[in-house]
């Protein structure tokens, strides 16, 4: 009989798998940079926390339609503040990601309308 567990995403019941392929096929969407950040950083959490191929899947499956940038920029600030030594794993990286990606649409906007303005003209 085919063991099941839990999806770390949703909670639903799922028959082992091997997601070795299906992997593959989502790192190709990623540059080489953002690849290899991506490969630090799950080993740094893999070390503290054991990890495998379905959290990494997740991961991809999460974090697909997040600019390289931003994914680059939280694993950056993932590893240079040591999270994975306090226990924070991939789901928390995913946040970090998901939270910056909504943030960062904004971040531009106020950019572009701040910047859009001339400055005042300051007479002597």
Do not use: W
Request: charged share 40%; with cysteine.
């Amino acid at each position: 009989m085919p063991r099941v567990r839990k999806c770390p995403t949703c909670g639903h019941r799922i028959k082992k798998e091997d997601y070795t392929k299906r992997i593959e096929k989502k790192r190709l969407s990623r540059d080489k940079l953002t690849l290899k950040l991506i490969d630090e950083t799950t080993k740094y959490i893999g070390e503290n926390i054991p990890l495998d191929d379905l959290d990494i899947f997740s991961f991809f499956s999460e974090t697909i339609d997040v600019q390289d940038i931003i994914v680059r920029k939280m694993c950056r600030q993932y590893l240079q503040e040591r999270l994975y030594a306090r226990g924070y794993g991939l789901k928390y990286l995913i946040g970090m990601i998901k939270n910056e990606n909504s943030a960062y649409g904004l971040k531009k906007e106020y950019e572009r309308k701040s910047l859009d303005r001339i400055p005042p003209k300051i007479d002597k």
